[in-house]
């Protein structure tokens, strides 16, 4: 399996709230193949500081969750925020932007994604906006929120 995650699902892999099982399930398969955008090394560092500040995580929790981060993003296939990829987001901006408020750093997630999708890639991601979005877009979508694995509209 083929597995692009974007930061909403990917945080669930480091820290335990809903949606975790279904994505640990997805991950530990051996067959899988897991990419996502480097944008989302700085997107998780932030979420983790964010849940925190919140309350969610201690001092000894953060410092694991971003340890055990950095040596799984060890391996991953990384995706760099190229011209290729801020293109595609921008032309998913222009067709998702105005009525269904696709933003920028989703949509460069899903930019690059698009740019593997006909790979037979699936699109991990746990922000039901963006998930819908992907789906509107034909692309195969896995919503570990839903358990849901949807193809197109």
Known sequence: M?????????????????????VEQLVVKESTRVRVLE????????????RYRGGELDDANLEIAMSGFLQQ??????????????SR??????????????????ALHLGAFASGADE???????????????RRAGFEVIDPMEGSHVVGP
């Open 2 to 22: 083929k597995l692009f995650f974007d930061t909403s699902a990917l945080v669930k892999l480091f820290h335990e709230e809903d949606g975790t099982r279904a």
């Open 39 to 50: 944008l989302a090394k700085l997107e998780f560092s932030s979420a983790l500081y964010r």
């Open 73 to 86: 993003m060890s391996l991953f296939e990384v995706i760099g925020l190229d011209g290729a990829v801020v």
């Open 89 to 106: 987001a921008r032309e998913l901006i222009s067709e998702h932007g105005k009525v269904e408020g696709l933003r920028s750093l989703d």
């Open 120 to 134: 037979g890639w699936i699109f991990v991601c746990a922000d039901r906006r963006l998930a819908g979005i992907a």
